[in-house]
């Protein structure tokens, strides 16, 4: 849901849903000065609507907690500054770069990527910037300091100490403290359901809420536990980084018929074990998992935003067999495709993609 502010031009809005069935508007609170420092800590992004899908919605979680779900082309780049409030912000970016600079150094945030990033009050020094790209997709979790602490106890204290003793500037007066890490599997799929559902009908703006709250809940978690397994985690040169992520484009682009893994590891200049191994460490997700994911996502899109049959659709994402890509799909998205594809001619069906998985 998005608030037009000129000829084309929008910016965000947040997101209430529909009064149905007796279900009451959610009120507008927040912790204090909260939604002030939110609104000041990052000023609204505004971009050109071309796509009637286009979407750029805040959701008001809890008194000191909001989420931002953004999905739309962006033709031109843009840049702002940020000032530090007291908020924690989780970043998790699918499509796009976001560049954040300062007189600390600069960050680069590439897709498929997370960051947890903190500014403290005394800190002003930063330039965001994004860079125009076919499209912007990501969602972002802005926390306040006190809240997060209070309702994540230790996890939330732990983390922030994280940040702070081997983050981006280790803890320097007056710069920011970050970690970006790549995307896991968990992540991604919590997001790319949010990114498929519209919070503009009762139940389903309770699901995105829902939804927020896991996505707070699993990234504590993982940070937790990459911080308690840094002693024991593998090496990985910078050669090795680098073809991982070659490896990771090449099934991207080639997923309907992707390359025999010896052939992808001759590839990219690793064996086969060990770009299995550190493929899954990497990423969060086997060779197989990823290939399967980036086919399912891909019919997804498919099956919702063209005039394709089943079947072809199937055959183009690299399934031989309806039934499996069926199988498949149902087993991933929590509905089977013939639904999904409806809800393109009949607007009273709307999908939501793992409401009931």
């Keep these: 849901m998005t608030l037009v502010v ?34 000041s800590y990052r000023p609204s992004v505004e971009f050109y609507r071309r796509n009637p899908t286009d979407r ?43 560049v954040l600079v300062g007189a600390w150094g600069e960050l680069r945030v590439p897709d498929s990527s997370n960051l947890i990033w903190y500014q403290p009050n005394c800190c002003s020094d930063v330039a965001e910037r994004v860079e125009s790209c076919a499209r912007q997709t990501w969602v972002s ?23 702070a003793e081997g983050g981006g500037c280790r803890g320097s007066l007056g710069a920011p403290w ?19 559902t519209r919070g503009d009908g009762a139940l389903d703006w309770l699901y995105c809420i ?35 992520l070659r490896a990771r ?20 200049g690793l064996n086969p074990s060990k770009l299995c191994t550190l493929f899954q460490d990497r990423f969060g997700e086997s060779l197989f998992d990823f290939v399967r994911r980036q086919r399912l996502e891909h019919a997804q899109e498919l099956l919702t935003r063209s005039g394709l049959q089943i079947r072809q659709i199937a055959t183009a994402v690299g399934y031989r067999h309806h039934s499996t ?9 929590g509905l089977a495709p013939k639904r999904a594809q409806r809800s393109m001619y ?12």
């Design 56 to 98: 750029y919605d805040a959701y008001r979680v809890s008194p000191g907690f909001v989420m931002l779900v953004v999905d739309a082309d962006s033709p031109r780049q843009f840049e702002r500054r940020r000032s530090g409030h007291d908020i924690v912000e989780f970043h998790f970016r699918h499509s796009g770069t976001l």
């Design 210 to 244: 829902t939804k927020a709250t896991e996505l707070l809940y699993v990234t504590l978690k993982l940070a937790l536990s990459a911080r308690g397994s840094n002693l024991t985690r593998r090496h990985v040169s910078e050669a090795d980084q680098r073809a991982l």
């Design 249 to 268: 484009e090449l099934l991207k682009a080639q997923f309907a018929t992707p390359p025999q893994l010896t052939s992808l590891a001759r590839q990219v």
């Design 141 to 163: 979790l802005y926390c306040d300091r006190e809240w997060l602490c209070g309702h994540a106890g230790r996890y939330a204290t732990k983390l922030l100490d994280s940040l």
């Design 178 to 196: 970050f970690i970006e890490q790549p995307q896991c599997y968990s992540i991604a799929d919590i997001t790319n359901r949010l990114l498929q």
């Design 6 to 39: 000129g000829p084309g031009l929008e910016a965000e809005e947040f997101v209430a849903p529909r009064m149905e069935d007796g279900a009451a508007r959610p009120k507008n609170w927040f912790i204090g000065s909260f939604e002030e420092r939110y609104r």
């Design 325 to 333: 890509f069926t199988a498949a799909f149902t087993r991933h998205f």
């Design 346 to 357: 009949d607007p009273a069906v709307r999908p939501t993609f793992g409401a009931g998985s």
